[in-house]
């Protein structure tokens, strides 16, 4: 290398080190956000989940009724089922046993008075439920059978599926309708078992015109232990755990209908078990009810009680616009 090159070079290096040497490093800047960035930024969280919140609690609610709804969808398709296997749709259930009066207490004595949720399972895919139960042994088997929870008796909206009492026992949402209340059952669709028997094609108001399942009313304090949610859901006998009713005879013996309940709206425990005839749900605004037709619908707990009356009754032969349901 020449002697010229040497010293660019050379005077190069030492114009870069010397530059280099005389920058003063640059203050260290502390990392992250100040307390005022920190609360913006929580302020602004809060609000949107302020926002989504109820939007989510609203899906959530969507499905679990659209649950509740299929529950019922599928019940009521086992009733038909039923029907076309036996002639007959299901019986509610009875007290005491086969040749005993029909205001017998308290449940049923034989398998043949159980309720129509142990005698539709055949046809819900729990046939293996459904063989636990012995005719040969009724009383005792009744315990096994309702020591089953059965997933598709239960409103999402209302529980899980949970057993009660110290022989954990399970329930069920969902209830036959029985009519008028505090009468043989005659003039519902699901009828108190050896008071009579129906069909689809008998139901003179027409089968979409009336509801034979729906959901029943129930206090949010008195699971398990309400006066219609007191019993098992197999062996209950012809009681508010697995029937419900849309009209009753007033003092004068004039039929009045029976309004759906809020659950909030039910009557409370407090004071004693109280037993009541009413459907319902914990759905806010209407509960779900399944015609006898196998359409689902939701009613309402405004519907006017003497539109709901004739939708209870199965042959009062009254007109009925289904669309004030």
């Known amino acids: 290398m020449s002697s010229s090159s040497r010293s660019f070079f050379g005077s190069f290096a030492f114009a870069s080190s010397s530059s280099h040497r005389g920058r003063r490093p640059r203050a260290n800047r502390p990392h992250g956000f100040t307390l005022v960035e920190l609360l913006v930024v929580i302020a602004i969280i809060g609000v949107l989940v302020g926002l989504l919140l109820p939007a989510v609690q609203a899906a959530r609610e969507s499905a679990r009724r659209m649950q509740c709804s299929n529950n019922l969808k599928q ?41 129509w949720a142990y005698h539709i399972l055949p046809f819900m895919e729990q046939n293996n439920v459904y063989e636990l139960g012995d005719e040969d042994d009724p009383v005792g088997t009744q315990n096994i059978v309702a020591q089953q929870g059965i997933p598709g008796y239960y409103c999402p909206t209302r529980r899980a ?18 009519g008028i209340y505090n009468t043989d059952g005659l003039d519902g669709v699901i009828m108190k078992t050896d008071a009579g028997t129906i069909t689809i094609e008998q139901i003179r108001d027409g089968s979409s015109n009336t509801i034979m399942f729906g959901e029943k009313a129930l206090h949010p304090d008195a699971h398990g232990t309400d006066g219609g949610d007191n019993e098992r859901w197999n062996n209950a006998g012809w009681d508010q755990c697995v029937i419900r009713f849309g009209s009753v005879k007033d003092s004068s013996g004039n039929l009045v209908g029976v309004p759906p309940l809020f659950d909030n709206d039910a009557p409370s425990p407090v004071g004693g078990t109280k037993w009541y005839p009413n459907f319902g ?3 806010a605004g209407a509960f779900n009810a399944c015609m006898a037709d196998g359409a689902v619908r939701s009613i309402s707990y405004t519907v006017d009680v003497e539109v709901f009356r004739r939708a209870s009754q199965a042959k009062d032969r009254m007109p009925l616009d289904t669309s004030a349901l």
Do not use: E, M
């Open 75 to 115: 019940i009521g398709l086992a009733a038909h089922n039923f029907q076309d296997t036996f002639g007959q749709l299901p019986n509610g259930a009875r007290d005491g046993d086969v040749g005993d009066p029909l205001n017998s207490c308290c449940n049923s004595l034989s398998r043949h008075g159980w309720s």
């Open 161 to 178: 599926p949970k057993a009660y009492g110290s022989g954990k026992f399970y329930r069920t949402d969902y209830v036959g309708n029985g």
């Open 281 to 283: 749900s914990s759905h």
